[in-house]
Nanobody, 115 residues
Framework: QVQLVESGGGLVQPGGSLRLSCAAS????????RGWYRQTPGKQRELVAG???????NYRDSVKGRFTISRDNAKNTVYLQMNSLKPEDTAVYYC?????????WGQGTQVTVSS
């Protein structure tokens, strides 16, 4: 069993920053993919940032240059640094890990960007 616990969400003003964390516990091995998704009411969950096993990254166009995904293998943790936040970044953010073909999800953390 694998558990993913997210933290770091909250309310921030436009232009502000937040760092999300996702700590994995349990039987962790051979992670193929780490990613952050977000979802707003009535819309499909969308990929925001992803990192492959080799460390290569990809980002949604709307967050390029503002968000950075990173990892700490020793802590089994993946991060999402979010800068220059905009109201349209408001969503529930979920971390995702794929190991041996199985996808695991965190419980989600709310990010609200508002003045």
């Amino acid at each position: 069993q694998v558990q993913l616990v997210e933290s770091g969400g909250g309310l921030v003003q436009p232009g502000g920053s937040l760092r999300l964390s996702c700590a994995a516990s349990g039987s962790i091995f051979s992670i193929n993919f780490r990613g952050w998704y977000r979802q707003t009411p009535g819309k499909q969950r969308e990929l925001v940032a992803g990192m492959g096993s080799g460390g290569g990254t990809n980002y949604r166009d709307s967050v390029k240059g503002r968000f950075t995904i990173s990892r700490d293998n020793a802590k089994n943790t993946v991060y999402l640094q979010m800068n220059s936040l905009k109201p349209e970044d408001t969503a529930v953010y979920y971390c995702n890990v794929i190991m041996r073909g199985t996808a695991y999800w965190g419980q989600g953390t709310q990010v609200t960007v508002s003045s």
